[in-house]
């Protein structure tokens, strides 16, 4: 797949993503936030909470799954990029911050998601 082929399935299936977690109640708040940091995939809200969302894609069969990918440097890109975030949208940087991850599996008709919340931790 080419480099935009790729983009542009990697922003369908974060699209997937935000709308199957407002079915569970997140309110979207940011899409593809990016800076000189890095990437936010999405930010969206619960009653008092940020929740950073990166989310993942595999096809069936896949070597290494979406959480496994979720690497150590990759947090710490996710959580400094989330406090830049934070530094430009003041009005929100008094809520809690999760960060949560959603690995979505399998072709357009079996299609799986798996929301792992809170899936690491760091200090904001």
Known sequence: MS????RRKGHDIERLAESWLQKRGLKP???NYCCRLGELDLVMQEPG????VEVKYRQSGALVSGA???TINKQKRIARTTLHFLQRHETLA????RFDLVAVTGKETTRSFEWIRDAFRTAL
């Open 3 to 6: 480099g935009a082929g790729a």
């Open 49 to 52: 909470q940020l929740v950073v």
């Open 29 to 31: 708040v940011a899409r």
């Open 68 to 70: 496994e990918s979720l």
């Open 94 to 97: 008094d809520q809690a911050v």
